[in-house]
């Protein structure tokens, strides 16, 4: 057990820019959850996949954001154009989930933080 | 979105017990309440969870009301590895799978 890994840790981009983060999350975990985080605040959900799927999307989530898990592994969150309204930690967690998930626990990697200049 | 109520700050003194309560009037019956911690600069970490009896691992007790209206996170000997952002939430499975995390509270444990 290695842990949730994210990559960058850090990331300074310009206005305009695309950016992607990757989440590698603990092995034959199912679940894989994104989150935002801004300072004072605590985490927001984003969204989740159950294997490739992806099941749930907040509304927080605009058009410009995507996230992937196309082999049931590892996922990708993609935002376009970025807004300095972007700035945040963006935290990814893994779970594993046999039945109906009431005793589902998360586990958060590092998170990236992303600054938009 | 938040379902739950914290102080948004507390201290303890290093050793002793640290109470942090947590106040969830709205919960409903199939409704679970867990514990996570943050401390700077990394992901939050899981530390308990329960339905309605008391429960407790090696990291800490949770006291939940007999009427599930409120609960207690105990850490039974506080250090100073303890300083954390302590977040209540509860599980609301009618309205999605997320977990909603909420402000929390700040303990600063003081030596």
């Known amino acids: 057990d290695t842990g949730v890994s994210q990559d960058p840790r850090h990331k300074i981009t310009k206005r305009g820019q695309n950016v992607t983060f990757r989440c590698d999350p603990i092995s034959e975990h199912n679940r894989l959850y994104w989150y935002r985080q801004t300072l004072g605040q605590g985490p927001e959900f984003l969204t989740y996949f159950q294997n490739e799927a992806q099941l749930e999307k907040s509304r927080l989530l605009s058009d410009r954001f995507s996230a992937e898990r196309p082999k049931g592994s590892f996922s990708t969150l993609e935002i376009q154009r970025t807004e300095q309204g972007d700035s945040a930690m963006y935290l990814c967690?893994?779970?594993?989930?046999?039945?109906?998930?009431?005793?589902?626990?998360?586990?958060f990697g590092s998170g990236t933080q992303l600054s938009v200049l | 979105d938040a379902k739950t109520t914290q102080p948004p700050s507390m201290d303890c003194a290093e050793g002793r017990a640290a109470n942090l309560p947590c106040n969830h009037s709205?919960?409903?019956?199939?409704?679970?309440v867990y514990w996570y911690r943050q401390i700077h600069s990394q992901g939050p970490q899981y530390i308990i969870h329960?339905?309605?009896n008391n429960e407790t691992n090696e990291m800490a007790s949770l006291i939940i009301t007999e009427d599930r209206k409120s609960s207690t996170l105990i850490l039974p000997h506080a250090t100073l590895r303890d300083t954390a952002v302590y977040y209540c939430?509860?599980?609301?499975?009618?309205?999605?799978?997320?977990?909603?995390f909420g402000t929390g509270t700040s303990l600063t444990v003081i030596p």
């Open positions: 967690a893994s779970s594993l989930v046999r039945s109906a998930g009431v005793n589902e626990k998360l586990f």
């Open positions: 939430i509860v599980r609301v499975f009618s309205t999605g799978n997320q977990f909603y």
């Open positions: 329960g339905l309605k």
């Open positions: 709205t919960i409903s019956g199939n409704e679970y």
